[in-house]
């Protein structure tokens, strides 16, 4: 079993940054691929980025690419997402998720194991 906890989360404006963290618990946390989501007002959810289990393959949405970074640090049993140069279009709820691949976040629906609560990002113009 493993719990997710997301941080990090608030009010920014469009050009700032923010860093998120998902501290997950249990032993079994370096032997999943982990992703970010997000639901803004009004969306359905969507894939942010996602980490391989040792932190050497990394994906990201077209609409983030260039502006986050995911990273994980397993010795922490924590998983970040960067998120540079915000926009309006940024705000959501993300959400952090744990799978047995990257492949399985990637293609929706997402197959994944565990979901976090979630954090309220909200980027103002």
């Known amino acids: 079993q493993v719990q997710l906890v997301e941080s990090g989360g608030g009010l920014v404006q469009a050009g700032g940054s923010l860093r998120l963290s998902c501290a997950a618990s249990?032993?079994?946390?370096?032997?999943?691929?982990m992703g970010w989501f997000r639901q803004g007002p009004g969306k359905e959810r969507e894939f942010v980025a996602a980490?391989?289990?040792?932190?050497?393959?990394?994906y990201y949405a077209d609409s983030v690419k260039g502006r986050f970074t995911i990273s994980r640090d397993n010795a922490k049993n924590t998983v970040y997402l960067q998120m540079n140069s915000l926009k309006p279009e940024d705000t959501a709820v993300y959400y952090c998720?744990?799978?047995?691949?990257?492949?399985?976040?990637?293609?929706?629906?997402?197959?994944?194991?565990?979901w976090g609560q979630g954090t309220q990002v909200t980027v103002s113009s």
């Open positions: 998720t744990a799978a047995q691949s990257t492949r399985e976040l990637r293609y929706p629906p997402p197959k994944s194991d565990y």
């Open positions: 249990g032993r079994t946390f370096s032997t999943y691929a």
């Open positions: 980490i391989s289990w040792s932190g050497g393959d990394t």
